[in-house]
């Protein structure tokens, strides 16, 4: 199934492809994919080279891949390895080191909660293909997800596994080696081998859900970070800053975010998005257009990627995807997604399926 969604077939045009240059990687998450290849039997260099990857791009953590460039690459190693759960497997072995600064600093946090914070207000430094977002889960409950908003990427799902399991081994950094969460959820559709993720997150694992999550239980937020560092911390936050400041957001950038770590708990807008920001909605508007783009086109290249994801990579119903989307219903959505396509939500899947039937 896995190398039959390679090719993405291009939805809407983007607003954002004024910034072709802005969503990337670091090449850090990568480098344990040779050692892996080759605990599969697989001569890796054949296997970048098929992906476009030059084998030195792996030999500097601090090099940067764009980001669908990642995703070609993994979904490469899906079919060399024969493994679906490859994507898995990496983010195990890459660890909280693979998320660069924010990697590091969540370490010297105060309590689990400003660990979080740091960790989510610092992963664009390391990856501003996608965003981690800590959110209420029910009345006891909190979800710490990682949603992908670059658009057409390339092997979605094996992403997003490797990114909850890192986010559970940051959990378990900040909480302890014997850490689970109540529940993983994962937009993905059920792997035919279930057992490695369970072993691993060593809890419930939720197939076909509408975005990837871990849930666990919100008193672990109020839990001290042990060996925490204020003074490394300061220093951390200070290349933090400097990191930033050669390589500053545009306001494109920060309203994208903003909406993807909204959009699964709300409905957007552009007066709840500058508040976020904390500016004024018309100052947003008139920034946004300065650049080119607008909340509005920019939240529906959010839905459209989105809702290519959960068609492509899961079974959710269509009318469970109108409503994660926060459609009021599934004519909406599915009238929308023809606008964005030229196809509809059914039409859509029904091509992805006969490729996967193809392959």
């Given at each position: 199934?896995?190398?039959?969604?390679?090719a993405?077939?291009?939805?809407?045009?983007?607003?954002?492809?004024?910034?072709?240059?802005?969503?990337?990687?670091s090449?850090?998450?990568?480098?344990?994919?040779p050692?892996?290849?080759?605990?599969f039997?697989?001569?890796p260099?054949?296997?970048l080279?098929?992906?476009g990857?030059d084998?030195?791009?792996?030999?500097?953590?601090?090099?940067?891949?764009?980001f669908?460039?990642v995703?070609?690459?993994?979904?490469?190693?899906?079919?060399?390895?024969?493994?679906p759960h490859?994507?898995?497997?990496?983010?195990?072995?890459?660890?909280?080191?693979a998320?660069?600064?924010?990697?590091?600093?969540?370490?010297?946090?105060?309590?689990?909660?400003a660990?979080?914070?740091?960790?989510?207000?610092?992963?664009?430094?390391?990856?501003r293909?996608?965003?981690?977002a800590?959110?209420l889960?029910?009345?006891?409950?909190?979800?710490?997800?990682?949603?992908?908003?670059?658009?057409?990427?390339p092997?979605?799902?094996?992403i997003?596994?490797?990114?909850i399991?890192?986010?559970?081994?940051?959990m378990?950094?900040?909480?302890g080696?014997?850490?689970?969460?109540?529940e993983?959820?994962?937009?993905?559709?059920?792997p035919?081998?279930?057992?490695?993720?369970?072993?691993?997150?060593r809890?419930?694992?939720?197939?076909?859900a509408p975005?990837s999550?871990l849930?666990?239980?919100?008193?672990?937020l109020?839990?001290?970070?042990?060996?925490a560092?204020?003074?490394?911390?300061?220093?951390?936050?200070?290349?933090?800053?400097?990191?930033?400041?050669?390589?500053p957001?545009?306001?494109?950038?920060?309203?994208?975010?903003a909406l993807?770590?909204?959009?699964?708990?709300?409905?957007p807008s552009t007066?709840?998005?500058?508040?976020?920001?904390?500016?004024?909605?018309?100052?947003?508007?008139?920034?946004?257009?300065a650049?080119?783009s607008?909340?509005?086109?920019?939240?529906?290249?959010?839905?459209?990627e989105l809702?290519?994801?959960l068609?492509?990579?899961s079974?959710?119903?269509?009318?469970?995807?109108?409503a994660?989307?926060?459609?009021?219903k599934?004519?909406a959505f599915?009238?929308?997604?023809k606008?964005?396509?030229?196809?509809?939500?059914?039409?859509?899947?029904?091509?992805v399926?006969?490729?996967?039937?193809?392959?």
């Amino acid at each position: 199934m896995i190398p039959a969604k390679a090719a993405r077939t291009s939805t809407r045009a983007s607003a954002r492809s004024v910034l072709p240059a802005s969503a990337d990687m670091s090449v850090a998450p990568l480098q344990a994919i040779p050692s892996l290849l080759r605990e599969f039997g697989v001569e890796p260099w054949s296997v970048l080279e098929r992906a476009g990857v030059d084998r030195g791009a792996l030999a500097d953590a601090s090099s940067r891949v764009p980001f669908d460039l990642v995703g070609r690459l993994i979904v490469e190693c899906v079919a060399a390895s024969a493994c679906p759960h490859f994507g898995l497997l990496l983010g195990i072995r890459s660890g909280p080191a693979a998320a660069g600064i924010a990697g590091h600093l969540f370490r010297h946090a105060e309590s689990v909660h400003a660990a979080l914070r740091l960790f989510i207000a610092h992963l664009h430094l390391h990856d501003r293909g996608g965003v981690v977002a800590l959110n209420l889960h029910g009345a006891e409950d909190v979800e710490l997800s990682y949603l992908i908003h670059h658009p057409n990427t390339p092997g979605t799902a094996q992403i997003l596994d490797a990114s909850i399991a890192i986010a559970c081994s940051v959990m378990r950094c900040l909480c302890g080696a014997r850490w689970a969460p109540s529940e993983v959820m994962l937009s993905r559709d059920r792997p035919r081998l279930v057992a490695p993720y369970r072993s691993f997150f060593r809890a419930p694992i939720r197939f076909d859900a509408p975005h990837s999550a871990l849930i666990f239980p919100a008193r672990f937020l109020d839990q001290p970070v042990a060996g925490a560092d204020p003074a490394t911390r300061t220093r951390l936050l200070g290349l933090a800053a400097e990191l930033d400041a050669a390589r500053p957001a545009t306001i494109t950038e920060l309203t994208i975010r903003a909406l993807t770590r909204m959009v699964i708990a709300t409905s957007p807008s552009t007066d709840k998005v500058a508040k976020v920001l904390g500016i004024k909605p018309r100052r947003l508007r008139e920034r946004l257009e300065a650049e080119g783009s607008s909340a509005k086109e920019l939240l529906e290249d959010l839905r459209c990627e989105l809702a290519r994801q959960l068609l492509e990579d899961s079974r959710m119903p269509i009318a469970d995807v109108a409503a994660t989307l926060h459609y009021s219903k599934p004519g909406a959505f599915s009238r929308a997604f023809k606008g964005w396509t030229g196809r509809t939500p059914r039409q859509w899947r029904t091509a992805v399926d006969r490729r996967a039937r193809a392959a």
